[in-house]
């Protein structure tokens, strides 16, 4: 594939000259001043929404209100809530105040709240509720900075000079905006290399840093995106994951202002496809979690219906999906008795789509984290364009996609237009362009080590290139197991296989210096109990079903299906389930669902020592691998 890089790099940065996240706001708030912009459920379960000019004068009275309350230029703001119209009023707010705003991941215990607020040194905080309020309650002796706490739903919180309600900061704003309305242009003065946001990272092998994104950072990837997205106003998303994460920050917030897209708000992830049955959304967002337990809910639908008959015809309508995916993948024209077949199919996948608010999806996008190319496959089969992208905190979101018209499963597709990547002589794979981050912040040390003079990102992932310039993004550079025998493989790839059972909820594979590969098993807390009522087992508890010889040997099949796609030496030999669920409370996940392998190695360590202290310290081949 034939590219142009520095000519779509100069046109890039000739799109983004001179822009800010405030003038693109500015610019969609007066081309759509009656467009809905944002759009949420009130505590009676009915829809409420802002348009674009009213989504603007709330921003004018928080920002107002804010500079009341004495917050100058250059300060930081903490926002720790959910997805609700008030997170994005108030980091916009803080932003045409000229401050930083940073949001704060809702799992966060105190102790963690106070490591990120003291080292940005926030001054004031919005909080959600009474339960947020007190994670900052309990730290506030250690954040001398913080002046303010501004509570959006205060019932329950003591209010004060220095414990105010959102009404009252909106309030205090409208009258000051009446008193001096010129005091608001001031946003002008932001330039595209002031700072937008700090984004913390989630922590997975450390403290957390924080990612400084200049504006132009964010309207640099806006503009790149928009090259390869044929974006139409009045696109439909539902904002799920964390504002905190830069997945959803970009899509639901950055990249909603810049495609005048309508951001609905979905405060509760469990409730997301309820959404989307009233949404009908026409592009969605998620990481590889999120598919596979939606593929394993369609597909348990399917496998429940009593009704052979009509079983078995959805399953031979997917498989027909699944025979057109697979001849477009290596590059066949379908036959004309598949096109025919695939016809038939069509109302078919339709009603599937349907159950699930998904058939009027334009796009989805999963990231994040590795995926199994065969969950993709499953919702091209649909007739969804589902692909797979890469991107990182530090690159503001992207720097990979997949085309809509040349999508390559089991790849994250090619450079981002505008955007270099590079292998490394290590496998490393290295970013350049307009969205790369600034640096981390008060880590002067560490910004050199990851963008070094030439203003190559050093991204910690392993990857490779195919000739067509597509990106194959193999593990973490860290991550990779380098077994006894000196063999490098992907934990990744092998927790992707496993996951592919429904029964899997969670895997984390073991090797690392080890005489062979095993893997600690955590069952998925909505199917294992319906599956073992249909198996007939009784049980009282997660535990009890862990230590179950049935489900052991279901997650033997597992393991078998896993070993059968790699290498012996790849294969997982042992395995062990644990009678417990992981989440991101429980400390083993971060917020967006990805490991902490530090934290699960210590954690249970006894567990994975108990792999390894049998008297057969070489077990057989991957195929007998068994239980520990």
Sequence with gaps: M???????????DRAARGKTVLTNFEQTCSEFPDADALKWKDASGTWRGLTWSQYRDEVRKVTAGLKALGFRPGEFAAIMARNRPEHLIADLGVLHARGTPVSLYNTLAPEQVQYIAAHCEAVLAFVEDAGFFAKFAAVREQLPKLRTIVVMNPEGVALNDRVISWDSLIERGASEDRRDPAAFEEWRRVTPDDLATLVYTSGTTGPPKGVMEAHSNLCWMAESI????????????????????????????YGAIRGHNITYFCPDTTQLFAYAVEVKPTQLIGVP???????????????????????????????????????GQAGQEPPPELLA?????????????????????????????????????????????LWEGWGMTETSVGATYNPLTRIKNGTVGIADPGVEVRIAEDG????????????????PEKTAETIDAEGWLHTGDVGALDSDGYLRI????????????????????LEALLKQHPLVGQACVIGDRRPYVSALIVLDSEVAPVWARKAGISFTSPADLAQHPAVHAEIQKAVDECNRHVSNVEGVKRF?????????????????????????AQKYAGEIEGMYSREERSPASASEARSA
């Excluded at 490393?428 to 880590?443: A, C, I, P």
């Excluded at 062990?576 to 699960?600: A, F, G, H, N, Y």
């Design 2 to 12: 034939n590219r142009d890089i520095k000519a779509e790099r100069a046109e890039m």
């Design 226 to 253: 928009d090259a390869y997205l044929d974006h139409q106003t009045g696109q439909r998303h539902i904002s799920y994951l964390p504002f905190a994460h830069v997945f959803e920050r970009f899509v639901g917030h």
């Design 289 to 327: 979690r999120v598919w596979e337990k939606l593929q394993a809910g369609l597909m348990a639908g399917i496998q429940a219906d009593a009704e052979e008959q009509r079983r078995n015809a959805v399953l031979q309508a997917i498989e027909i999906g699944r025979k057109l995916v697979r001849l």
């Design 341 to 385: 077949a695939a016809e038939r199919a069509r109302p078919v996948w339709m009603a599937i789509r349907a159950k699930v608010g998904l058939e009027e999806l334009g796009w989805a996008v999963t990231g994040a984290a590795p995926i199994n190319p065969e969950v993709i496959e499953f919702f091209q089969a649909l007739g969804i364009k």
């Design 428 to 443: 490393e794979v290295l970013v350049r362009g307009g969205n790369v981050m600034k640096g981390y912040y008060k880590d």
């Design 474 to 493: 193999i593990d973490r550079k860290k991550e990779l197991i380098i077994t006894a025998g000196g063999k490098n493989i992907s934990p990744a790839n």
């Design 576 to 600: 062990t389930i644990l009678p417990v669920e992981w989440t991101p409370e429980s400390e083993e996940l971060t917020p967006t669902l990805k490991l902490k392998r530090r934290v699960v």
